[in-house]
Nanobody
Framework: QVQLVESGGGLVQAGGSLRLSCTAS????????MGWFRQAPGKEREFVAA????????YYTDSVKGRFTISRDIPKITVYLQMNTLKAEDTAVYYC??????????????????????WGQGTQVTVSS
């Protein structure tokens, strides 16, 4: 099983930027994908972005397209989420996720949380308006 350790959350003003990092241990190189979810107080955990580990293909939820960028560094076994033009509604705990399925399976699954093999501990992102 993959262990995931996140970092990079914090407090930022609206319009600002943050970069989250997630380092994996026990990574096996296959056609798997990794990604990010977030959970705001009183709301369900929602999908944010995912990336295929081998080919770097990406997929985003509509609300972050054009503002967030997911990337990965294979030698460092690390996934990043660069978040720009942050809004108050982006405030949430952000969780790194290791998927048991491919990016295509994640993309077309209505409940992508069911495809998560491992979760990070979560990192708080707070955007002040």
């Amino acid at each position: 099983q993959v262990q995931l350790v996140e970092s990079g959350g914090g407090l930022v003003q609206a319009g600002g930027s943050l970069r989250l990092s997630c380092t994996a241990s026990g990574r096996t190189f296959n056609n798997a994908a990794m990604g990010w979810f977030r959970q705001a107080p009183g709301k369900e955990r929602e999908f944010v972005a995912a990336i295929s580990w081998n080919f770097g293909v990406t997929y985003y939820t509509d609300s972050v397209k054009g503002r967030f960028t997911i990337s990965r560094d294979i030698p460092k076994i690390t996934v990043y989420l660069q978040m720009n033009t942050l809004k108050a509604e982006d405030t949430a705990v952000y969780y790194c996720a290791d998927f048991r399925g491919t990016l295509t399976e994640v993309r077309f699954n209505r409940a992508p949380t069911t495809l998560v093999e491992s979760w990070g501990q979560g990192t708080q992102v707070t955007v002040s308006s």
